[in-house]
């Protein structure tokens, strides 16, 4: 998978819908560069995440992806801050 979604963020190979959907997924939280490493390729983070977006405009489940990520974000959000109450109220 590592090297489909490379060949798809950096030599823009056409995805298909389950690498896009993977693009989308690291999209979200701009998280590219932690599968592929755009200085291997002589590429700036901006750059592969330019592409990442393209990739992740095309997908139709982008939209929902990151509505879901952004929920998770919320939740964790939330715990840590009612465990961090918690914890000094006691």
């Known amino acids: 998978m590592r090297t489909q979604v490379t060949h798809v963020l ?5 995805p298909d819908s389950r690498t896009a959907a993977v693009a989308s997924l690291l999209h979200a939280p701009n998280s590219e ?6 200085k291997g390729y002589g590429l700036t983070r901006k750059e592969l995440q330019v592409r990442a ?9 982008s939209e929902a992806v990151c509505q ?11 715990s840590t801050t009612a465990a961090t109450t918690s914890s000094a109220t006691t």
């Open 10 to 14: 950096v030599q823009r190979t056409t």
């Open 33 to 38: 560069h932690r599968i592929v490493d755009p």
């Open 53 to 61: 977006k393209e990739v992740s405009a095309g997908d139709g489940a």
């Open 68 to 78: 879901v990520i952004e929920a998770i974000m919320a939740a964790i959000d939330a």
